[in-house]
DNA sequence: ACCAAAATTGCAACAAAGTTGCAATAAATG
DNA sequence: CATTTATTGCAACTTTGTTGCAATTTTGGT
C-alpha cells in the first residue's frame, strides 16, 4: 500500500504513534465522500480483528488532534468525518454545511458558499454566539 | 388549574384524546424556556406515576401532530421542545436557530431574524435542499 | 538488533437511551 | 352507563457507548 507511507507520515506530523488500527480507520475515513457511523466503519474493517472499543478510542483520539469531527445524526448516534475539502483543496476545519439525505440518511460535510451571510438569532437576548452548524435536508446526488 | 382547560381544547383541536399524562407532558414542556430531553421530562413528573414508555410514547404523538419537535442533543439524545413562538407571537413550525449552551448545555430554540440570507452549499453538486437547521453554540443568558 | 517506558489494544462487564409485545385501564360516543 | 377504541404500565430486550484492567505494541535510546 502506497497510502500507508502517507498515512504514517500524517499521523507522525499530529504527534501521534502509528497503529494498524489508525492507519485502519484513517483509510476508511479518506475512502468515505459521507460521514460514517462507529458501526459503519467496524463493518469497513472486518476481517482485521479491530474491537469496539479500540474503534471508539481511536476516533476520540482522531477529534482530540482535530483530524476528526463528529455530527449527531438524526437516528441519536454520532457519525464520524474528515474535514471536508474546499473549492481550494484546503482543509475546513471551522464552519460547514452537514447535508442530511431524507431518503439514504447519509450526511455529507460541505463547504458553505456564502460565508459572509450568516442568519443571526433576534440580538439583544444576551445570546453569545461562538460557533455554528448548518444542517441542510434534502435529497443527494446518489438518490436522484 | 386553570392552565388545564386551555390545554383540554387544545388537545381536542388537535384531534388527540385529553389525557391526564399528555395534559401532564403538554404543561411542563409549555413551562419551559428549553428544549427538555425524556429524563428531564420524567423527573419533572414525579409523583405522578408517569411510565417511561408511556413518555415515548406520548412526546412521539405530539410530534406526529405537529405539536413538538426534537432536536439531537450534543450528548447524543433527543431533546424535545414546543415550536417556538417569534415577535408577533406566532408559531414558527418551520426553520429556526437552536441555540446550545456550551456551559449549561441548555438549548434553546430561536426564530432567526434574517430569513432572507441563508448561507447555501455549492449548488451545482446536484443536493436538493429541502429544509435546514441552524444550530448556534455559544453561552446563553442564563451563563453569564 | 534489543531493552525499557509509555501508550495502545482487547476483553468482560456495565450503563444509558430507547423499543416491542401484551394485558390492563381509561376516554369518547351514543 | 355500556361499548368501542385508544392509551397506559410492565417486563424483557436492543443498541450505543463506557469503564477497569491486564496483555500487547510502539518508540527512542543503547
Ligand atoms: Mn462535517
Ligand atoms: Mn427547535
Ligand atoms: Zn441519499
Ligand atoms: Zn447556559
Redesign the interface.
Known amino acids: 500500500m502506497i497510502r500507508n507511507e502517507q498515512y504514517h507520515q500524517f499521523l507522525r506530523q499530529c504527534g501521534l504513534k502509528v497503529t494498524s488500527t489508525r492507519l485502519l480507520v484513517l483509510d476508511v475515513l479518506m475512502s468515505s465522500s459521507t460521514a460514517l457511523s462507529h458501526g459503519d466503519i467496524l463493518g469497513k474493517t472486518r476481517g482485521s480483528r479491530l474491537d469496539k472499543v479500540t474503534l471508539y478510542r481511536t476516533l476520540d483520539t482522531f477529534i482530540r488532534h482535530g483530524i476528526v469531527h463528529k455530527v449527531?445524526?438524526?437516528d441519536?448516534?454520532?457519525l464520524y468525518a474528515l474535514h471536508p475539502i474546499d473549492?481550494n483543496n484546503s482543509v475546513v476545519r471551522g464552519d460547514h454545511?452537514h447535508?442530511i439525505c431524507?431518503h439514504c440518511e447519509r450526511i455529507?460535510c460541505?463547504?458553505?458558499?456564502?460565508?459572509n451571510?450568516?442568519?443571526?438569532?433576534?440580538?439583544e437576548?444576551?445570546?453569545?454566539?461562538?460557533?455554528?452548524?448548518?444542517?441542510?435536508?434534502?435529497?443527494?446526488?446518489q438518490c436522484?
Do not use: K
Open positions: 449527531a445524526s438524526e441519536r448516534n454520532w473549492r454545511a447535508f431524507d455529507y460541505l463547504p458553505l458558499q456564502t460565508r451571510s450568516m442568519p443571526a438569532p433576534e440580538s437576548e444576551g445570546f453569545i454566539v461562538r460557533a455554528h452548524e448548518f444542517r441542510l435536508h434534502g435529497i443527494c446526488p436522484h
